[in-house]
């Protein structure tokens, strides 16, 4: 019912974004070749782009009409020169049927073994030929809705694990529905700078019940009831998540073409689609430092006590500043600064509803130029927007204003009044648009033909236009940092335009000859002039070669090279600055005494005199960057080399099997440069020490050498990255006839496998730099990007069918071979003693299912997916979400399904 469901299957494909991806969520399906990313793909409907559903310009699945496909074509690995941009880990085209001749429908229900999790699917679709065959319709519609399974359904995702050690253990979080408040005692000196407060006067701030239990603090069991707050306190919020997301969608289309004449055929296609996803997270966590009173009235007798305590010795150190001559350092008398992490369950969880509405609109036309050449030409728009709209969001600074004043009752488990909910729930929208435009032309078909038995000379030779717009419009208030839920996002709009020629070349140079029953060379090239400055003019080309020495054997190879033109949010998405924690090298203790790290640090800026100085030059433990996107990105490129053999036996009739190897390499990648701040900061001055690297270029400072405002390290967006991939593509299909048939004349069996081999997958986050290796490997440490799932060495399915006449039953066995943490290998190796999950077990599938003809009109299927209830492995730290990856382990467990289809 959902594309994805069917093509995550595929051994070539590492799920992307699934129905099952709650955060981040969205509610998309995205495609992912090779686990090289969504975006290193191109998705095409009947060889024509699609539309994209947000500023990343990455197709959404969901918008396909899955029971109309005929066909999918998978072509893995650089593509770009035949089909464009994006195309680096190849390309996969829906061809939908244009053989409609009457009217479909049908209906799809699923369950779960559980009773929860129901989908059902329910479309019709008309066709019909006109003017006596010279041209044909189709209109359709379909309706599909799933329903919502939350984590806390299933045992394994019931409770928020984590590491401890080598064991699993609940984690859950401290920010708490009840309220957990602490203060951190202080040792405050007056009167001298002698770190030791000799000759001064040296307050501690810090009393009673807020401060006895340190960051731990007080937890408020019920009203003015409080006791010290435990790990055992700490909030299960695992229940309050999706485990399967919610959706409901309606999908409206039609395509059609006529023949004129000869040279005259137009052709139209129309999309519609309206897709509605839900996502749910925990309710809003809060924390920090706010102020509160001291005459608070929710406040237990014991916290009120600390509370006043606390407040006389802030006074107190006021006093003594203010009699030597300083300033006070406190000044609000009657209030104090409290640490709190809360959780606003009394508001309501976090919800976000995406409302994504898409159309496409194609008009084309084809036909003869010449009996053996024809030409094509069409134009496509495709505009998405997407509303988000979120719930469940707390405004910051409305909690401080309602906690100061006595007005909010956080002190115990969901005390608060409707009014004060009021006051510090915001609700928030943000906006996202997408266009695409394609203008194509193009000749093709056959030249001459050489004579040696090969056949005609074929060729293709076009132009094509493409625009892309995209915007991203967030909410004023999240946008602000106000808001405490939901992320915020800086805004983002841009575009740019492109015009290519492209041709492509098919020579069969020997046919039906002795060591040459077929030989055939193919190329193609395609040269792209982008509006983007740091792109500009590319090639794309490609080679390879076919050879027959015989017809049950056919050898082949292939290389291309493909590029990546960077997308909307990359080049325009908003840039900020932050502050995230980092080491300045040139501070730390010692750095003067590095020959070699003076040098640079002098080189970039850095007195001499200040080198080594600590809190001198680094003043702060954070040190601000800029990020963001970059509209000087170049284009991503990739090396691809294919090498396979075809089998089709003549003794062995209906067996046919093919194997390729692949290797692919993608330089320039797009990613934050160095990582961050804190990468960028080491890269300079501990790996390349080059003043001229890109890294060091990244880092401005002051006068003095410090790095602070108005001086910052620019983190944003940069073709810094690298990655490579390669494997074997395994895939063998076998039909015999049995000779006998319970319900028809004769019936067949059917044996099918596909499966992939990853010999290896590496990614660099600083190309030249040590590689992860990830191939084989899960977690969050060093595999989370790009992909984010783990990938098997191995995975396959096959299928074994009966067919006999009217009935069909199938068996499927899906593998993922085992997996090991990341950390096992990458950065400072551990052992798997060390770790609590040091490793995934294989995981097999089998899935059922039967399909019966009750008549040429009338066709019934059901079946059962995971027929062994299957269950994940329980993973901690290095979970995606709802301990393991959902989508890549099954976690609906058994599920059963039935459907009708008429025809007439």
Sequence with gaps: MNVESVLNTLPQVIPGSTGFSNNPGGGVATLNLRGLGSNRNLVLVNGRRYMFYDTSQVVDLNTIPAFLIDGVDVVTGGASAVYGSDAIAGVVNFRLRNDINGVEAGSQYSITEEGDGQRWDTYLAMGTDFDEGRGHITA?????????????????????????????????????????????????????????????????????????????????????????????????????????VPQERWMLGAYANYEVNDWFNPYMELSFVNNRVANELAASPISGTFNIAVDNPFLSAADAASLAAIDAQEAAIDAALIAAGGAGRYNNPGVVGVGLASRTNAVSSRQALDERNAFRVLIGSTGAITSGIKYDAYYSYARTRNSNIQYGNISRSAFAAELLANRL?????????????????????????????????????????????????????????????????????????????????????????????????????????????????????????YSLGGVGGVWTYTGGAQWAPVRDITFRAQYSRAVRAPNVSELFGGQSNGFPGATDPCATAGAQNDAALVAICTATGVPASAIGSGASLQPNPQIEGLFGGNPDLQEEVTDTYTAGVVLAPSFLPGLHVTADYFNIKVDNVITSLGGGVGGILNLCYNVFQDVNSIYCQAISRNDDGTIQNPTFVT???????????????????????????????????????????????????????????CAGYFGVNYCSDPQGNPQSKYKWTSRLSLIDGPVTASLRWRHLSSVKADSLVNG????????????????????????????DTYNFSFGVNNIGNVKPQLIGSDQQQANTYPGVYDVLGRDFYAAVRFRF
């Excluded at 080598?166 to 700078?193: A, I, K, Q």
């Excluded at 956080?410 to 009044?417: C, E, H, Q």
């Excluded at 004579?451 to 909410?475: C, K, N």
């Excluded at 400072?828 to 008549?855: G, M, N, Q, R, W």
């Design 409 to 529: 009752n956080i002190f115990g488990p969901n005390l608060l009044s409707a009014e004060e909910v009021a006051a510090i729930s915001i609700t928030t929208q943000n906006t996202d648009i997408s266009e695409l435009q394609v203008a194509q032309a193009s000749i093709s078909g056959s030249l001459f033909d050489f004579g040696l038995g090969g056949g005609s000379v074929g060729f293709a030779l076009g132009g094509e236009y493409r625009s892309v717009e995209s915007q991203f419009i967030p909410d004023q208030a999240l946008s602000s940092g106000d808001v405490v839920g939901f992320n915020g996002g800086d805004p983002t709009a841009g575009g740019y335009n492109v015009k290519e020629v492209f041709g492509e070349l098919s020579v069969p140079l020997l046919g039906g000859l002795p060591f040459a029953e077929k030989l055939e060379l193919n190329g193609a090239f395609r040269y792209s002039d």
């Design 828 to 855: 400072d190796p551990v052992s798997a003693s060390e770790l609590a999950v040091p490793k995934l077990k294989a995981k097999d599938y089998l899935d059922l299912a039967f399909s019966i003809d009750l008549t």
């Design 715 to 773: 983190a944003v967006n940069a073709n810094a990255a690298s990655l490579k991939t390669s494997g074997v593509d395994l895939s063998v299909d076998y039909t015999q006839t049995l000779g006998f048939g319970m319900f028809g004349a004769e019936s067949k069996l059917n044996a099918f496998f596909q499966g992939t081999w990853t010999e290896k997958y590496e990614f660099a986050p600083v190309a030249g730099q040590q590689a992860y290796t």
């Design 140 to 244: 359709y519609g379909e309706y599909y809705q799933r329903k919502a399974i939350f984590q806390g359904a299933r045992d394994f995702s019931a409770v928020a694990l984590g590491d401890s050690g080598t064991s699993l253990v609940p984690l859950g979080s401290s920010s708490v529905p009840n309220g957990r408040f602490y203060v951190n005692p202080s040792t405050v000196c007056v009167g001298s700078e002698d770190p030791n407060c000799v000759g001064g006067t040296s307050f501690t701030r810090g009393a009673g019940s807020l401060s006895a239990n340190s960051t731990l603090g007080q937890y408020y069991t019920g009203p003015n009831t409080s006791r010290p707050f435990t790990t055992n306190d700490y909030y299960n919020y695992a229940p309050d998540n999706y485990l399967q």
